[in-house]
T-cell receptor, first 114, second 109 residues
Framework: DTAVSQTPKYLVTQMGNDKSIKCEQN?????MYWYKQDSKKFLKIMFS???????INETVPNRFSPKSPDKAHLNLHINSLELGDSAVYFC?????????????FGSGTRLTVV | AQRVTQPEKLLSVFKGAPVELKCNYS??????LFWYVQYSRQRLQLLLR??SRESIKGFTADLNKGETSFHLKKPFAQEEDSAMYYC???????????FGEGTQLTVNP
């Protein structure tokens, strides 16, 4: 069983489109995250939810909107996609607080905007 | 604010040679330190955490609070160790992990 699963794995779309990425974890963790890995492999946090409540909201364009219907799911919706949004987006989860456990990551969604 | 510095973007060694990936951090509280590994086009996987003081795949890392470092070491590198390695710092009671920019390790035959 995959602990943190993301869909789709690959996403190619045109500029201006709206797309969503889904994430689910079956670890019983309280906290979920979205990270963006750019072309230089730099990882930057975008959002974090703890038990459906937004707790981290970094400086991200408001075209990006996270949604957490329950603590096992955290989806990312992106409006009006731009070329610069091309990246790998990773979902992750952790128990309440990092507390020595760190994160468990999903396998990533490679988004290409053309 | 939390900050992690990995000074080497690229590191290349020969098989069987020792390898050390450097990590320095700045953090005002009580930090939790981690190393993550990402093999080509795969997910990030937890490699080591400082509180467990364990050795995984022959890698070890010691937290040096005086030097604020958490360098990753392996005495004899293997070709399958070629990957991107990320150092990360977090706080025990918090949920944010801050990652360094990563070091791409290449182990040549």
């Amino acid at each position: 069983d995959t602990a943190v699963s993301q869909t789709p794995k690959y996403l190619v779309t045109q500029m201006g489109n709206d797309k969503s990425i889904k994430c689910e974890q079956n670890l019983g963790h309280d906290t979920m995250y979205w990270y963006k890995q750019d072309s230089k492999k730099f990882l930057k946090i975008m959002f974090s939810y703890n038990n459906k409540e937004l707790i981290i909201n970094e400086t991200v364009p408001n075209r990006f909107s996270p949604k957490s219907p329950d603590k096992a799911h955290l989806n990312l919706h992106i409006n009006s996609l731009e070329l610069g949004d091309s990246a790998v987006y990773f979902c992750a989860s952790s128990p309440r607080g990092v507390g020595g456990y760190g994160y468990t990551f999903g396998s990533g969604t490679r988004l290409t905007v053309v | 604010a939390q900050r992690v510095t990995q000074p080497e973007k690229l590191l290349s060694v020969f098989k069987g040679a020792p390898v050390e990936l450097k990590c320095n951090y700045s953090y005002s509280g009580s930090p939790e330190l981690f190393w993550y590994v990402q093999y080509s086009r795969q997910r990030l996987q937890l490699l080591l955490r400082h509180i467990s003081r364990e050795s995984i795949k022959g890698f070890t890392a010691d937290l040096n609070k005086g030097e604020t470092s958490f360098h990753l070491k392996k005495p004899f590198a293997q070709e399958e160790d070629s990957a991107m390695y990320y150092c990360a710092v977090g706080e025990t009671s918090g949920s944010r992990l801050t990652f360094g920019e990563g070091t791409q390790l290449t182990v040549n035959p």
